[in-house]
């Protein structure tokens, strides 16, 4: 019997959308035993909560998130807010019985998201964070394939997220569409909003980072508040560029920047191990690059794999082979993964202990920026 599942979600904006989506899909396509139901949305601005919830077919609005917390009708909280939000909200769901699932990150700093992990654990509640590249399915299948042993030893792992939409001086922090530069509001700058997709990916495709070193560089050194229209000192960071070790004795690159003009959203990475290669694109999602050592010399070389089959990750649910989906669908086999283990009592991953993780190697690659020091994580063994 198919039970319901009545969401709450806190904000109306990009990730808002993208999570609302994937609700109302992930049951038309995946049989998980539950049916999400669009219950309420919670937002300061009432206008355009009223509107993203007349779009989405959300039931009800509500101003303060408090308020939806405090419904009875309500099963689970999505947050979809600036990070300096999310530790409030989540703990306060938390204690109030709902499953909890949070946008990346968990939040601005170890210190802000531990007493997060304590509350959802103590509380008993489901939970997640959205680190919907996982759930990419190439990226699903170069985890399948790391796992069956097909790279061998692991020597490197390289990554990187590029952008380029904050070069002008003349783009604001704070406000609505800006916080992601705002210190305040963000914690950090493309460690924590861009990095973070690549360190979440690395730890779960290649095991826990045991130190690293780190530079990080702020380009635009003031930049006009959204809000008052005063200039302020940028407090986050543009670029970081990070060198890591592995508990496994890999050796990681990671760089990410919102100053690479050309670059709207280049995630790439890369896995070199003993006996091959693994390389994923975000331009080109649906195919993983694999180089097999073992094939004969004349045979060798990069093998481009087009991840459409039935027998590919969440593939069967959907299209028949040869027909792509996109980034949206990250979201609904997020989803469809969350409801799976409300039904199996497996939880699906990451939950908020997980991205604890990533978080602390977050501080890690700031601490180090700033003092140009290696940090031992003690992930090593």
Not at 15 to 23: D, E, G, I, L
Not at 167 to 176: E, L, R
Not at 203 to 215: D, K, Q
Request: glycine share 10%.
């Amino acid at each position: 019997m198919t039970k319901t599942l009545n969401v709450g979600m806190v904000g109306y904006g990009f990730m808002a959308r993208a999570h609302s989506n994937a609700w109302v899909k992930a049951p038309h396509f995946f049989d998980t035993g539950y049916k999400p139901v669009l219950k309420a949305v919670a937002a300061r601005n009432t206008g355009k909560a009223t509107a993203f919830a007349q779009q989405w077919g959300y039931e009800a609005v509500e101003s303060d998130w408090r308020r939806l917390v405090e419904r009875p009708d309500i099963d689970a909280i999505d947050i979809c807010v600036p990070n300096d939000l999310h530790a409030e909200i989540a703990i306060a769901a938390a204690k109030a019985g709902k499953m909890v699932l949070c946008e990346k990150p968990l939040a601005r700093t170890e210190a802000e998201a531990l007493p997060m992990v304590e509350a959802v654990e103590a509380a008993g509640v489901p939970n997640m964070v959205w680190y919907n590249y996982r759930r990419v399915p190439a990226v699903t299948l170069v985890k399948r394939m790391i796992d069956q042993g097909l790279l061998g030893h692991i020597y490197h792992y390289r990554a990187k997220f590029l952008q380029d939409w904050t070069i002008s001086p003349d783009v604001p922090q704070g406000g609505a569409a800006t916080w992601r530069l705002d210190v305040e509001a963000a914690g950090s700058g493309v460690t924590g909003d861009l990095l973070a997709h690549c360190l979440d990916t690395a730890i779960w495709l290649n095991g826990s980072i045991a130190s690293l070193t780190a530079m990080t560089e702020t380009f635009v050194k003031e930049r006009k508040d959204a809000v008052t229209g005063a200039m302020r000192p940028v407090g986050i960071d543009d670029a970081s560029a990070v060198l890591t070790r592995f508990a496994n004795g890999s050796l990681g690159t990671f760089e990410s920047t919102r100053y690479a003009r050309g670059h709207k959203a280049a995630y790439t990475l890369e896995i070199n191990g003993e006996n091959g290669s693994l390389a994923w694109d975000l331009h080109d999602l649906n195919r993983v690059s694999w180089f097999d050592h073992r094939t004969p010399g004349q045979l060798r070389g990069w093998t481009s794999i087009l991840v459409t089959d039935g027998e590919h990750p969440y593939l069967g649910k959907w299209w028949v082979p040869g027909l792509i989906i996109g980034y949206e669908h990250s979201f609904v086999h997020q989803v469809a993964d969350f409801l799976d283990g409300l039904a199996s009592g497996k939880p699906a991953a990451p939950t908020f202990r997980d991205a604890l993780e990533t978080t602390r190697v977050c501080d890690a690659i700031i601490a180090s920026g700033k003092s140009g020091a290696w940090v031992d994580l003690g992930a090593a063994g």
